[in-house]
């Protein structure tokens, strides 16, 4: 079965420019979750999606991100303009409806971000 | 706030050896707790789940343990061999209200010499 997929694998970027990063979940997971992972924080979690609608994205830092789940097989967080600050790795999640509380994350390889 | 804190932060053992990595967090009202493993340049993979009401899990040499009202967990590795080198990450999700998200302790840098 094919994992959390996620692309670019890496991004070098000057600051600035539009980031675009894209997730495609593991087909039939109703949850969806963005994260970034730095040395200083850990892992954040960003935003999270259930049946591609945002839930809660009191994670994401500021109004220059935002995500996006147009339908059940993708979605995009997007930075815009891109700062240093922003350079970490970005993660991508999936699971199953979560009602009964035993359904792990699935993680993807994530995206390796850096902005000059 | 749900903290969650791994000690320690970084672990070298030699082969064989049997170990345990240990987690802790703040709030006992949790859904579940979940151990990861992620190495380098890599995401993270699912190890071991194991529910509020359920006090370990066993899968292979691994084994967690969850002591909900201590606030804490413990990952047993039997017989550690090189390949288990990496980062270990626990993480518990909460049960408050309509959130599903996973807070991550720091992890605990693992390796196993040959």
Redesign the interface.
């Given at each position: 079965d094919a994992g959390?997929i996620q692309s670019p694998r890496h991004e070098v970027t000057e600051m600035g420019q539009e980031v675009t990063l894209r997730c495609k979940p593991i087909s039939g997971h109703d949850?969806l979750?963005w994260y970034r992972q730095t040395m200083m924080r850990?892992?954040e979690?960003l935003i999270?999606f259930?049946n591609n609608v945002p839930?809660?994205d009191s994670?994401m830092p500021e109004d220059r991100f935002s995500a996006k789940m147009p339908n059940a097989s993708f979605s995009t967080l997007k930075i815009q303009p891109s700062e240093p600050r922003d350079s970490a790795v970005y993660?991508c999640?999936s699971s199953l409806k979560?009602g009964d509380?035993?359904q792990?994350?699935?993680?993807?390889?994530?995206t390796?971000l850096s902005i000059l | 706030k749900q903290e969650v804190t791994q000690i320690p932060a970084a672990l070298s053992v030699p082969e064989g050896e049997n170990l345990v990595l240990n987690c802790s967090f703040t709030d006992s009202a949790i859904?579940?707790l979940?151990w990861?493993r992620q190495d380098p340049?890599?995401?993270?993979?699912?190890l071991l789940?194991i529910?509020?009401s359920q006090r370990e899990q066993t899968s292979g040499r691994l084994n967690a343990s969850l002591d909900k009202s201590s606030g804490r967990s413990t990952l047993y590795i039997a017989a550690s061999q090189p390949g288990d080198s990496a980062t270990y990450?626990c993480?518990v999700?909460l049960?408050s209200g309509?959130?599903?998200?996973?807070t991550?302790?720091?992890?605990t840098q693992l390796t196993v010499l040959p």
């Open positions: 959390v949850y979750f850990g892992l979690l999270y259930n839930i809660d994670g993660f999640a979560q509380s035993n792990p994350q699935h993680f993807g390889d994530g390796r | 859904y579940n979940q990861f340049g890599k995401g993270l993979t699912s789940l529910q509020s990450l993480a999700l049960s309509s959130a599903r998200q996973l991550f302790g720091s992890g």
